[in-house]
Nanobody
Framework: QLQVVESGGGLVQPGGSLRLSCVVSSTYTIVGWFRQAPGKEREGFSCITDRGKIIHYADFVKGRFTISRDGAKTTVYLQMNSLKPEDTAIYYC????????????????????WGQGTQVTVSS
């Protein structure tokens, strides 16, 4: 059974960095990162295919966030640098079984399994 667990949130000062981790129980999965701030819709901002060959970023994180997948392909990392107060949100990892795909989506409707979320707070 496919499972997903994310971790690594916390409190950081503006300009600081955090790394989130998402462990999935299968290598043949697309993984997406989403976030939801209070009173706002959940928004997707990065995704990676099962072999890590295709990666997408939303414009508002390009150049600051980096998604990567470990050699075993079961852990996806999100390195977040130059964090801003507006990055404060609950961050979710989501996954769907898609072997050998050449596409990943930032649309939350494309994923069928979600982690529990981890809080990221950027504040001085």
């Amino acid at each position: 059974q496919l499972q997903v667990v994310e971790s690594g949130g916390g409190l950081v000062q503006p300009g600081g960095s955090l790394r989130l981790s998402c462990v999935v129980s299968s290598t043949y999965t697309i993984v997406g990162w989403f976030r939801q701030a209070p009173g706002k819709e959940r928004e997707g901002f990065s995704c990676i295919t099962d072999r890590g060959k295709i990666i997408h970023y939303a414009d508002f994180v390009k150049g600051r966030f980096t998604i990567s997948r470990d050699g075993a392909k079961t852990t996806v990392y999100l390195q977040m640098n130059s964090l801003k107060p507006e990055d404060t949100a609950i961050y979710y990892c989501a996954t769907v079984w898609r072997p050998y795909t050449h596409h990943c989506s930032l649309d939350k409707g494309s994923y069928n399994l979600w982690g529990q979320g981890t809080q990221v707070t950027v504040s001085s």
